[in-house]
């Protein structure tokens, strides 16, 4: 087994034989591999830490560092100052102790700030404070959207009086910063349903929702689905677009309803006379009759008494003794009409309609490829849609309802789609999750590809210069060396082994043998 000073003695031999620019890519090689293991054995070496909480406000991240120092808990934050990790083996535990606190806070406090009871406070105090609570709970609910990374949350809250006139209602305002796109109209709305399920009094009407990056405030007065004009135009618009899209294209049409409500309410009484129609109430009709024959017979007993003679003559009646009278009356009307009117608010006044439908897109076979082109819709087109918009809203012209139809060419906007996660992201996430154990296995690479790349080139061309040096020594080195070898041999041995060697030499390499007696012959034999 060889030395210490053999190993350095065979290290200075290989190096000695080596170039310049050799003994340069040596020191090189030697230089990257001691830096890539200095790098990870410090990468190794420092602790594996792992987010705790992520895209919190700055002033939440610093509480909650100086709650995790005062626990004695080793943390980083992020150089924006919104995220901070722990240790990978103390993060189930940090999470449980500050969720035990109520930690972290989104922004601002909540209905924990009644956790503690505040017996000097007045009733002032405690309202305001409740106002704060109630704008950080809906601040905290609306940030849960998936979409949103801040949020601000205004309340004015109700006032109650004995007087209807002085009694005024909730109203809200809420400041919205995305992580990408902008608000659509149907983000706003249930937002603003969101805040006035959970405030007293706070109809959607009064929530103003703006987008942070998009000044334009939208109120839900008159947009609102719930409401009857804002359900009877969001129905009609929807049936123009399912009519008109499967002829124009779903992409190439765009309609806009307005209803136009009459809010007042009126009764109305009316009679009519109508002199043409006499109709005949009652008719009353009387005859009446006057008059007879006289009194027959002598006048005397012998005339009343019973049993008298027949033979009295009677007087014929006379007709001239009679008077008759006839009487009629009738009482007449004239036609009437009464009519008792009631019209309550909210019935249509007149329905708008404005229609836009896109350039028609014709395709045409050219050199093997597909061409398209655009032209704009001819008149008789423009008239059957308006027809055909016409039906469907019950278009009534003596109401003074209108249909417009206009062809422009529609502009194709690129819109802002949430981004998903790349391959770059996903392989970092990967990392992370196997940091440890790729970590090791990097070094190990490395270690490999620098045995491969750096050492092992240089150590066999080191082997190889040290061979071919070896190969052109003297040739009365070999000669010494043989001789030593055969110092053990007897006297005849060994001059029929050096004969052999020295023929052996001479006839495997005859240019170093004759180098070998030129450098004797000039050397005198030494």
């Known amino acids: ?81 919104k995220s901070i990790s722990v240790l990978a083996d103390k993060l189930d535990s940090a999470r449980l102790e500050l969720a035990s606190e109520g930690m972290p806070h989104s922004g601002r406090l909540g209905f924990e700030l009644f956790d503690k009871m505040n017996w ?15 704008e950080g709970e809906l601040e905290r609910t609306i940030q849960k959207l998936k979409n949103v990374e801040s949020v601000r949350v205004h309340l004015v809250m109700p006032t109650d009086s004995l007087f209807v006139d002085r009694e005024r209602a909730a109203k809200a305002s809420v400041i919205l910063n995305l992580r990408y796109g902008r608000i659509t109209p149907d983000m706003q709305l249930s937002i603003a349903r969101l805040a006035s399920g959970a405030v007293d009094k706070l109809s959607p009407e ?56 009459d809010t007042s309410s009126s009764e109305e009484n009316q009679e ?20 007879g024959a006289g009194n027959g017979g002598v006048p005397g007993t012998s005339s009343n008494v019973p049993g008298a003679s027949a ?24 036609s009437k009409v009464t009519k008792h009117i009631l019209q309550p608010g909210g019935r249509i006044r007149r329905i708008t309609a404005a229609v836009v439908v896109d350039d028609v897109a014709e395709v045409a076979a050219a050199n093997g490829k597909n061409t398209t082109t655009h032209r704009k819709r001819t008149p008789e087109e423009l008239k059957q849609i308006e027809q055909l918009a016409s039906a469907v809203i019950g278009l009534d012209s003596a109401r003074g309802d209108n249909v417009t139809v206009q062809n422009l060419s529609f502009q194709k906007f690129t819109v802002d789609q949430p981004t998903k996660p790349g391959a770059v992201e996903r392989v970092r996430v990967t990392l992370t999750d196997w940091s440890t154990a790729i970590r090791y296995g990097v070094v190990l690479l490395l270690f490999a590809l620098a045995y491969l790349l750096l050492l092992r080139p240089v150590k066999k061309q080191a082997l190889l210069a040290f061979k071919d040096i070896q190969s052109r020594m003297p040739l009365k080195s070999e000669l010494s060396r043989s001789q030593s070898e055969a110092s053990l041999l ?20 005859p240019a170093v043998a004759g180098q070998m007696v030129q450098n004797l012959l000039r050397g005198g034999g030494q």
């Open 120 to 134: 000097g406070g007045t009733e002032f105090d405690d309202k305001v404070n409740y106002q704060r609570a109630l």
């Open 1 to 81: 087994m060889a030395s210490g000073t053999d190993m350095i003695d065979q290290l200075r031999g290989m190096v000695s034989v080596l170039t310049t620019k050799q003994k340069l890519s040596l020191a090189g090689g030697a230089a990257v591999t001691i830096a890539t293991i200095l790098f990870f054995v410090h990468t190794l070496s420092k602790p594996d830490f792992k987010p705790l909480y992520t895209n919190m406000e700055p002033a939440d991240a610093q509480a909650l560092a100086q709650r995790l120092l005062g626990k004695q808990i080793v943390y980083e934050i992020t150089p924006d100052g």
């Open 272 to 291: 009519t006379f109508d002199p043409k129609q006499v109709v005949a109430v009652s008719t009353q009709r009387a005859d009446e009759q006057v008059g």
């Open 490 to 509: 007897s006297p005849s041995q060994q001059a029929l082994a050096l004969k052999q060697k020295m023929v052996d030499k001479v006839k495997a390499d």
């Open 311 to 334: 033979n009295a003559k009677t007087q014929a009646a006379s007709p001239e003794n009679f008077q008759t009278s006839h009487t009629e009356s009738s009482s007449y009307a004239v």
């Open 206 to 261: 009064n929530v103003t929702v703006i987008d942070a990056n998009d000044d334009r405030p939208t109120r839900f007065a008159e947009h609102d689905p719930t409401s009857a004009a804002g359900g009877l135009e969001t129905e009609l618009s929807t049936r123009i677009l399912d009519t008109l899209a499967p002829v124009v294209g779903p992409e190439a049409v765009r309609a806009n309803v307005n209803v136009e409500y």
